[in-house]
């Protein structure tokens, strides 16, 4: 029940990538982003992990990628601006496709891993993935960061939601920690509500250099490959009852 005070967010992870316990996750969460071809994913799993959606009341959003799967996406591929067009008009069509087959609402669009950062500061990625969104002739959701390049390129084009993430640390300047640092990722249930609850309550989170930054956003990302991923998330949905927050219906 919502009160008067509380403060609505949404929660969403990454899945359909073959990799997490979609099936645990799925019901704590409000919105999901699910792997359409690029990096992981395939006609078999969208379909699955949308029914499984469906069936929870959780709005479906697609995770395009750089189409490379040796990388699960997570390394930034020499692309033409063109070819980058083409592989992500391809793989929103796809999943579009599917969730029209199922009677699904293509909710929003998250780009994953590489393709995430880089449109974020790079003026022709953004460029790019803006074009094949405008080519598919859909407006969803763009689950974005809040002042990045990909948001000054798309705010009046399509309707934005700035996401932050409950389970990664901080730089100084609002970037993730890369991840090849030992500390870039937060594993404990405690820690991962003492970040949501600063970002949701105060709009502030804690850098790794021990500062408070401000941070704008209304959906929050748990990585659904983290080892804790459930854990976590049970964790956190116990604390937000109790806490004056509410997840999004």
Same mark, same amino acid.
């Given at each position: 029940?919502?009160?008067?005070?509380?403060h609505i967010i949404d929660i969403n992870a990454d899945l359909g990538e073959g990799i997490g316990p979609d099936h645990a996750i799925m019901p704590m969460i409000s919105s999901c982003n699910i792997a359409c071809g690029g990096h992981a994913g395939d006609m078999t799993s969208m379909?699955?992990?949308?029914?499984?959606?469906?069936?929870?009341?959780?709005?479906?959003?697609?995770?395009?990628?750089?189409?490379?799967?040796?990388?699960?996406?997570?390394?930034?591929?020499?692309?033409?601006?063109?070819?980058?067009?083409?592989?992500?008009?391809?793989?929103?069509?796809?999943?579009?496709?599917?969730?029209?087959?199922?009677?699904?609402?293509?909710?929003?669009?998250?780009?994953?891993?590489?393709?995430? #950062? %880089?449109?974020?500061?790079?003026?022709? !990625?953004?460029?790019? @993935?803006?074009? /094949?969104?405008?080519?598919?002739?859909?407006?969803?959701?763009?689950?974005?960061?809040?002042?990045?390049?990909?948001?000054?390129?798309?705010?009046?084009?399509?309707?934005?939601?700035?996401?932050?993430?409950?389970?990664?640390?901080?730089?100084?300047?609002?970037?993730?920690?890369?991840?090849?640092?030992?500390?870039?990722?937060?594993?404990?249930?405690?820690?991962?509500?003492?970040?949501?609850?600063?970002?949701?309550?105060?709009?502030?989170?804690?850098?790794?250099?021990?500062?408070?930054?401000?941070?704008?956003?209304?959906?929050?990302?748990?990585?659904?490959?983290?080892?804790?991923?459930?854990?976590?998330? #049970? %964790?956190?949905?116990?604390?937000?009852? !109790?806490?004056?927050? @509410?997840?999004? /219906?």
């Amino acid at each position: 029940m919502i009160e008067q005070g509380d403060h609505i967010i949404d929660i969403n992870a990454d899945l359909g990538e073959g990799i997490g316990p979609d099936h645990a996750i799925m019901p704590m969460i409000s919105s999901c982003n699910i792997a359409c071809g690029g990096h992981a994913g395939d006609m078999t799993s969208m379909r699955s992990t949308i029914q499984l959606a469906l069936d929870h009341n959780v709005a479906a959003g697609a995770h395009p990628s750089f189409p490379d799967r040796d990388n699960f996406g997570r390394v930034i591929l020499q692309m033409s601006r063109q070819e980058l067009t083409e592989s992500i008009f391809e793989q929103i069509l796809t999943f579009s496709a599917v969730c029209e087959e199922l009677g699904a609402q293509l909710h929003h669009i998250k780009l994953h891993g590489a393709l995430y #950062n %880089y449109a974020a500061k790079d003026a022709a !990625t953004s460029d790019a @993935v803006i074009k /094949a969104l405008e080519m598919t002739g859909l407006r969803p959701i763009l689950y974005l960061p809040y002042n990045s390049v990909f948001h000054r390129k798309a705010e009046h084009l399509f309707p934005l939601a700035f996401e932050a993430f409950i389970d990664r640390r901080y730089e100084e300047d609002g970037s993730l920690r890369s991840r090849q640092e030992s500390d870039a990722v937060i594993h404990e249930p405690e820690l991962a509500w003492k970040q949501l609850q600063l970002m949701v309550t105060q709009a502030k989170v804690m850098t790794v250099q021990g500062h408070l930054i401000p941070v704008k956003a209304s959906t929050f990302c748990l990585h659904s490959d983290h080892p804790n991923a459930v854990e976590i998330l #049970n %964790y956190i949905r116990n604390q937000m009852s !109790t806490h004056g927050i @509410v997840l999004n /219906a």
